[in-house]
């Protein structure tokens, strides 16, 4: 069983007070009328924590998150880096198609088939385009897996 109270605390120069059991007239009468807090508040029953109210739940963001609007306003702001594939003479071409596939996350077979492709005919390839910090991650995990790579800004954007 629920039950709603509904009134008017009045602001005074000693803070809030409540009206008086009983009281017939409103509490926020007078110069200062203007000062009252109309509120509500819901009572619950026996069963449901023994007739206390409810204190309000305000909502706030999380401090220090941001939303999901900003990080990708941040992401489209910061410069663009290129991943690049070096030729080399020691690692096999399928070896080299499974490691682009396994560190660049969406990569396809068909394009990785084309990227170590590029960089054996003409000694260098575009991995991907991508953020500074990513474009660190990925070629770090490519050197890692014995991979020649490097990375350089990108001109014009991704």
Same mark, same amino acid.
């Given at each position: 069983?629920?039950? $709603?109270?509904?009134?008017?605390?009045?602001?005074?120069?000693?803070?809030?007070?409540?009206?008086?059991?009983?009281?017939?007239?409103?509490? @926020?009468?007078?110069?200062?009328?203007?000062?009252?807090?109309?509120?509500?508040?819901?009572?619950?029953?026996?069963? %449901?924590?023994?007739?206390?109210?409810? %204190?309000?739940?305000?909502? %706030?963001?999380?401090?220090?998150?941001?939303?999901?609007?900003?990080?990708?306003?941040?992401? %489209?702001?910061?410069?663009?880096?290129?991943?690049?594939?070096?030729?080399?003479?020691?690692?096999?071409?399928?070896?080299?198609?499974?490691?682009?596939?396994?560190?660049?996350?969406?990569?396809?077979?068909?394009?990785?088939?084309?990227?170590?492709?590029?960089?054996? @005919?003409?000694?260098?390839?575009?991995?991907?385009? @991508?953020?500074? $910090?990513?474009?660190?991650?990925?070629?770090?995990?490519?050197?890692?897996?014995?991979?020649?790579?490097?990375?350089?800004?990108?001109?014009?954007?991704?």
């Amino acid at each position: 069983m629920e039950s $709603a109270i509904r009134g008017r605390f009045a602001l005074s120069p000693n803070g809030i007070f409540n009206p008086k059991p009983g009281d017939r007239y409103s509490v @926020c009468r007078g110069t200062h009328s203007n000062l009252c807090i109309p509120t509500a508040a819901i009572a619950t029953g026996p069963g %449901k924590g023994g007739g206390l109210l409810e %204190k309000p739940v305000i909502e %706030k963001g999380t401090p220090g998150r941001e939303s999901e609007f900003d990080l990708r306003k941040l992401r %489209k702001s910061a410069p663009p880096y290129r991943v690049m594939l070096h030729n080399d003479n020691f690692n096999k071409r399928e070896y080299v198609v499974q490691v682009l596939m396994k560190v660049i996350p969406g990569m396809t077979i068909d394009n990785a088939v084309n990227i170590m492709q590029e960089a054996h @005919c003409n000694g260098l390839s575009v991995v991907i385009i @991508c953020s500074q $910090a990513d474009a660190e991650e990925h070629c770090m995990q490519l050197r890692g897996n014995g991979l020649l790579s490097s990375i350089e800004p990108a001109g014009g954007g991704c």
